[in-house]
């Protein structure tokens, strides 16, 4: 079917919809596309469920650990049950100096 998009894992397919946005199909170039130059309050929300829904290595295809650190007192309200995943997760970068901060 031409035009169709398809849910998937593989976050290097611009045409790709990943599993994660499957409540609203947003390829991974319409998601890059929003992060880089949506409004802030869709850039944080949109970066919040890609934290709060997706597998933390698939995360790393729309952000990097240093603008979540730097970030994070927006991001953190829209991680719901994750947000002590993260926090644990960048404490220990922190700690072994993978991050600054």
Same mark, same amino acid.
């Given at each position: 079917?031409?035009?169709?998009?398809?849910?998937?894992?593989?976050?290097?397919?611009?045409?790709?919809? @990943?599993? =994660?946005?499957?409540?609203?199909?947003?390829?991974?170039?319409?998601?890059?596309? #929003?992060? &880089?130059?949506?409004? *802030?309050?869709?850039?944080?929300?949109?970066?919040?469920?890609?934290?709060?829904?997706?597998?933390?290595?698939?995360?790393?295809?729309?952000?990097? @650990?240093? =603008?979540?650190?730097?970030?994070?007192?927006?991001?953190?309200?829209?991680?719901? #049950?994750? &947000?002590?995943?993260? *926090?644990?997760?960048?404490?220990?970068?922190?700690?072994?100096?993978?991050?600054?901060?």
């Amino acid at each position: 079917m031409a035009g169709a998009h398809f849910l998937g894992t593989d976050m290097t397919d611009p045409e790709v919809v @990943p599993y =994660f946005t499957w409540d609203d199909p947003l390829t991974v170039r319409d998601i890059q596309r #929003r992060l &880089r130059s949506g409004p *802030e309050a869709e850039r944080v929300r949109l970066l919040g469920k890609i934290l709060r829904e997706a597998r933390d290595t698939d995360v790393w295809a729309f952000t990097t @650990p240093d =603008f979540v650190l730097r970030n994070w007192e927006k991001l953190s309200p829209h991680l719901g #049950r994750r &947000r002590a995943f993260w *926090e644990w997760l960048l404490q220990q970068w922190r700690e072994e100096e993978l991050l600054a901060g």
